[in-house]
């Protein structure tokens, strides 16, 4: 099974400050990733698939990077609304696992 | 608009078994695959299966944690997706996530229900 390992798993930040979550996968998963937010109380939302495609409505300070076994998520300018847990998850092949999970903290 | 409403959550005891039922709606639903994700009280989200859609016979896959006890399965006539939960353990309490995948590519997923909580505790 292909296991996902996210960095750091918590971060603590100000508004407008630039952020990079890093996802380590352990084995290579071409470019089969994707990144969720998650806010306290509810569902989690898709930020970014493939690797660096955004989602449909998803803020363009959101941005992914990466292939094999290495991937970024960065948020340029960190806004009030951007603080919540981040995942990713890759889907290489079955079974489908996510990360540990990044927490986005106010400083 | 993408709708999925989850139900059937509650209490039951270890060694029990409860089905969860998932409406959908807003979309072709035997087009699309469908997954259950849970996560447990305070950690993280854990891919729980998966059902393809009807053009791949709606098969099924399922994380090593759940295979065996637990089964996806849907009623395209009436939008409904399914997770039958046997030989439940405590480590099986979570919130349980419906989730919709994209029509395409790597079937990624875009959508998620609100979720529905089951405990499992004696």
């Known amino acids: 099974d292909i296991q996902l390992t996210q960095s750091p798993s918590f971060l603590s930040a100000s508004v407008g400050d630039r952020v990079t979550i890093t996802c380590r996968a352990s084995?290579?998963?071409?470019?089969?990733l994707a990144w969720f937010q998650q806010k306290p109380g509810k569902a989690p939302k898709l930020l970014i698939f493939?690797?660096?495609t955004l989602q449909s409505g998803v803020p363009s300070r959101f941005s992914g990077s990466g292939s094999g076994t290495e991937f970024t998520l960065t948020v340029s300018s960190l806004q009030p609304e951007d603080f919540a847990t981040y995942y990713c998850?890759?889907?290489?092949?079955?079974?489908?696992?996510f990360g540990g999970g990044t927490k986005v903290e106010i400083k | 608009e993408v709708q999925l409403v989850e139900s059937g959550g509650g209490l039951v005891q270890p060694g029990g078994s409860l089905r969860l039922s998932c409406a959908a709606s807003?979309?072709?639903?035997?087009?699309?695959?469908m997954d259950w994700v849970r996560q447990a009280p305070g950690k993280g989200l854990e891919w729980v299966g998966r059902?393809?859609?009807?053009?791949?016979?709606?098969?099924?896959e399922y994380a090593a944690s759940v295979k065996g006890r637990f089964t996806i399965s849907r009623d395209a006539s009436q939008n409904s997706l399914y997770l039958q939960m046997n030989s439940l353990k405590a480590e099986d309490t979570a919130v349980y996530y419906c989730?919709?995948?994209?029509?395409?590519?790597?079937?990624?997923?875009?959508?998620w229900g609100q979720g529905t909580l089951v405990t499992v505790s004696s």
């Open positions: 989730t919709r995948s994209f029509l395409s590519g790597k079937n990624y997923i875009d959508s």
């Open positions: 807003g979309f072709t639903f035997s087009d699309h695959y």
């Open positions: 059902t393809r859609n009807k053009a791949k016979s709606y098969t099924t």
């Open positions: 084995q290579g998963i071409s470019s089969f």
């Open positions: 493939a690797a660096s």
């Open positions: 998850q890759h889907l290489n092949s079955y079974p489908l696992t």
